[in-house]
T-cell receptor
Framework: DVKVTQSSRYLVKRTGEKVFLECVQD?????MFWYRQDPGLGLRLIYF???????EKGDIPEGYSVSREKKERFSLILESASTNQTSMYLC????????????FGPGTRLTVL | AQSVTQLGSHVSVSEGALVLLRCNYS??????LFWYVQYPNQGLQLLLK??????LVKGINGFEAEFKKSETSFHLTKPSAHMSDAAEYFC????????????????FGKGTKLSVIP
């Protein structure tokens, strides 16, 4: 089975802090994704990566950056956390760009105070 | 641009009753369609997918969905609801939104929360 893990299930940070969310997948998938999920808004794509050191902006990249130094690991960075970034963050991966069936991690619920 | 509309943000059914969750999509190319389920405080799990083979797709936990091109729909059904089906369900389409590097974007609906009444 594909396994996607995220470093924290729950995280509480203060406004202005730099926040790192880590995602690791164990199936050698080329493509990895970061979404945020908010009630009533569904999932919105922040960034994705189709190869090591490659990244592309999704629909809502403002206030976020990403890093992909190794194929299995995709990090989401909040340079200066703000309260409006309080959300559930979901990581996903896929090996098939054409169909794009994605496998999700358990999510990180981030609260910014 | 592709889009997904899920009718009803909350649906309640009695245990043993039919579950029907509605999904309509728009896409300028033949779509691939997915239903995902999310249990509380968990990630999304794939229920089933349509990738241009049989129009009636069977998934896990007794769910199925039918692709109807003329109605641009992909509704999710289950004949008899179980308490364990209480969760949030997301419909997604892989359509014509191209994200670059050979990758097509998945667009998700806003989700439908299913409650099952004993």
């Amino acid at each position: 089975d594909v396994k996607v893990t995220q470093s924290s299930r729950y995280l509480v940070k203060r406004t202005g802090e730099k926040v790192f969310l880590e995602c690791v997948q164990d199936m050698d998938h080329e493509n990895m994704f970061w979404y945020r999920q908010d009630p009533g808004l569904g999932l919105r794509l922040i960034y994705f990566s189709y190869d090591v050191k490659m990244k592309e902006k999704g629909d809502i990249p403002e206030g976020y950056s990403v890093s992909r130094e190794k194929k299995e690991r995709f990090s989401l960075i909040l340079e200066s956390a703000s309260t409006n970034q309080t959300s559930m963050y979901l990581c996903a991966s896929t090996t098939d760009r054409r169909v794009n069936e994605q496998f999700f991690g358990p999510g990180t619920r981030l609260t910014v105070l | 641009a592709q889009s997904v509309t899920q009718l009803g943000s909350h649906v309640s059914v009695s245990e043993g009753a039919l579950v029907l969750l509605r999904c309509n999509y728009s896409s300028s190319v033949p779509p691939y369609l997915f239903w995902y389920v999310q249990y509380p405080n968990q990630g999304l799990q794939l229920l089933l997918k349509y990738t241009s083979a049989a129009t009636l797709v069977k998934g896990i936990n007794g769910f199925e969905a039918e692709f109807k091109k003329s109605e641009t729909s992909f509704h999710l059904t289950k004949p008899s609801a179980h308490m364990s089906d209480a969760a949030e369900y997301f419909c997604a389409v892989r359509g014509d939104a191209y994200s670059g590097a050979g990758s097509y974007q998945l667009t998700f609906g806003k989700g439908t929360k299913l409650s099952v009444i004993p």
